[in-house]
């Protein structure tokens, strides 16, 4: 009789246990080819402050029970120097393959741990440190293709920027991928094509009439132009590949614009004259 009993509490604890992992352990469905799948809400986070836990300790922490819901459309950590673990459970209902997309391409550092449903186990690490030819997928932000088709996977990410930890977390196919970057290569092609033709216009008009005023605006746009294609990876994809020590000296870019645009307003508005003391304070 107290055997029964031990078995009985045993198989009533167990129970309890997968009724509450069912419960915080929310999955996201791929099933659509044609659509994304944003998995921030439905993943959980542990907080690395050491930021040397492996993924054994990791998976011990998890089944303690020491990750939290996150619960938000876009992951965002804030500043921090520690690493963050992820948990997110993907299952994939579509016949093709699906990839994972991580959209900040400044990330310092990126590793993924994929279980799959039949106990295999496949790694990816990446990151701004890395050459750009040596990415898996040769794009801005940071996709990578999980390893199974028609199964639910279990995937742990370890994130580390200290300069702020903040991306969107998606899945999908290839298809749906595409079809999102079409959209968005079309918006960015316009924003780019119109502030070349303002740096154009503007070194036309300054050759005309000879105000230095124009020469820091076009240093103006310049810069916030390389901002923007900095913040989009497009510098790192385009200017200095090979050179990933450069990602982290892209702020000043930011402080560059900053200065042309001073030096700009400066000129232009004569604020030595009109206005001495924010002339001063510029």
């Not at 029964?4 to 929310?26: D, E, M, P, V």
């Not at 402050?49 to 876009?74: M, N, W, Y």
Request: net charge positive.
């Amino acid at each position: 009789m107290t055997l029964r009993k031990c078995l009985a509490g045993f198989s009533t604890i167990c129970c309890i246990l997968l009724f509450n992992n069912g419960k915080t352990q929310q999955q996201a469905v791929v099933d659509d080819r044609e659509h994304l799948v944003n998995l921030a809400p439905v993943s959980t986070f542990l907080e690395d402050t050491s930021t040397r836990l492996k993924i054994d300790a990791v998976l011990q922490l998890d089944k303690e029970g020491k990750f939290q819901t996150i619960d938000k459309p876009v992951i965002n950590f804030g500043v921090s120097a520690s690493a963050f673990w992820l948990k997110v459970l993907v299952q994939n209902k579509t016949s093709e393959k699906i990839f994972l997309e991580i959209g900040n391409s400044a990330l310092h550092d990126i590793q993924v741990y994929e279980y799959g449903s039949n106990g295999s186990l496949a790694y990816h690490h990446s990151g701004s440190w890395q050459k750009f030819k040596e990415r898996e997928l040769k794009q801005v932000d940071y996709l990578f293709p999980l390893s199974q088709q028609a199964a639910t996977q279990v995937i742990y990410l370890r994130v580390q920027h200290p300069r702020g930890t903040q991306f969107p977390l998606v899945a999908g196919t290839l298809n749906a991928f595409y079809k999102v970057a079409g959209d968005r290569n079309v918006i960015e092609g316009i924003y780019y094509g119109f502030m070349l033709l303002m740096v154009l216009y503007n070194l036309f008009v300054y050759f005309s009439l000879k105000d230095v005023s124009y020469i820091y605006y076009v240093l103006y746009i310049l810069m916030m132009g390389l901002l923007n294609a900095s913040i989009n990876g497009y510098t790192f994809r385009y200017l200095w590949p090979s050179q990933p020590q450069l990602n982290l000296y892209e702020d000043i870019i930011g402080s560059f614009a900053g200065i042309t645009g001073i030096l700009f307003a400066t000129s232009f508005l004569n604020t030595k004259t009109n206005t001495p003391y924010f002339h001063k304070l510029f």
